[in-house]
């Protein structure tokens, strides 16, 4: 009997990151819940355990360089190696290029863009030693179509995507897959410690979250199956997908219709 396959999950204690733990324990795979708050990813580990799948608890701060190391060294110390890297711990925040302060764009960046960069540069060389392996990671439609009061965050978003196809083609030919995702807003806590310079992001935001269609477990259900398909863009829901196309294809019309469509949310909150 095969050994169960591994993944390793950042921000495994809550929102989408325990969501994909569930479903890849569903899976019967072995599991490791990385959090910032270790109480969280034990308790994500508690939830995934009736599964009859190994899993750890295992603390890190993704903005911190030692802090991620330990991390890698502690998974290969357990497991020798893993078949799958979700970085998906992140931060939410808003604020335009205009108000936005530097310590919230450096914020920003460090956790969502650094982070991910951490994670990739940690583990690619695990990856390409084993000759097989795949990493995704957590960008954000935003990414692909940003809007006003969110440019920190759409900016590290960006950059994840950036890095993500950058890494793509770096890998060619290692037999190490990449796949980054790119959600809208689903029901989540990730504006849990949301940073703005005023409160309209923070209502905008609040508002789209309330009104969004998918739950932390349908997006994981996603990305689950697109990653065993081995896609590298993930859109994950067919709404981010029209809006996607819609962009692409019609750019002005896209930004009138988002400005419009701002306009009204602004009126009602």
């Known amino acids: 009997m095969e050994p169960s396959r591994r993944v390793l999950i950042t921000g495994a204690g809550s929102g989408l990151g325990r969501a994909l733990a569930f479903r890849y324990a569903e899976a019967g795979w072995r599991v490791a819940c990385a959090d910032i708050r270790l109480d969280r990813a034990r308790e994500t580990v508690g939830l995934i ?9 295992i603390q890190v701060d993704v903005g911190d360089d030692e802090s991620f190391e330990g991390l890698r060294d502690e ?5 020798e190696g893993v078949d799958l890297v979700i970085n998906n711990a992140g931060v939410s925040g808003g604020g335009s290029v205009l108000n936005a302060s530097m310590d919230d764009w450096h914020w920003m960046l460090n956790i969502n863009l650094l982070g991910v ?19 995704v990671n957590i960008a954000s439609f935003a990414a692909l179509a940003g809007g006003p009061g969110m440019a920190t965050y759409a900016t590290a978003k960006a950059g994840v995507v950036t890095v993500s196809e950058g890494l793509r083609a770096d890998l060619e030919g290692s037999g190490v897959r990449v796949s980054v995702v790119c959600p809208s807003f689903f029901q989540t806590n990730l504006l849990e410690g949301f940073r703005a310079p005023d409160t309209y992001s923070l209502k905008m935001a609040t508002a789209l979250m309330r009104d969004a269609r998918e739950s932390a477990a349908d997006i994981a259900e996603a990305i689950y199956k697109s990653v065993e398909h081995g896609e590298f863009l993930i859109l994950p829901s067919a709404e981010v997908r029209k809006l996607w196309r819609i962009k692409r294809w019609f750019p002005s019309l896209y930004f009138r219709k988002l400005m419009q469509r701002v306009r009204q949310r602004g ?3």
């Not at 355990?49 to 608890?57: E, L």
């Not at 998974?75 to 497991?79: D, G, K, N, P, S």
């Open 75 to 79: 998974v290969l110390a357990a497991w």
């Open 267 to 269: 009126a009602s909150t």
């Open 49 to 57: 355990t009736g599964f009859g799948i190994g899993a750890m608890a």
């Open 117 to 135: 960069v951490r994670g990739c540069r940690l583990f690619g060389p695990v990856l390409v030693e084993q000759g097989a392996g795949h990493i």
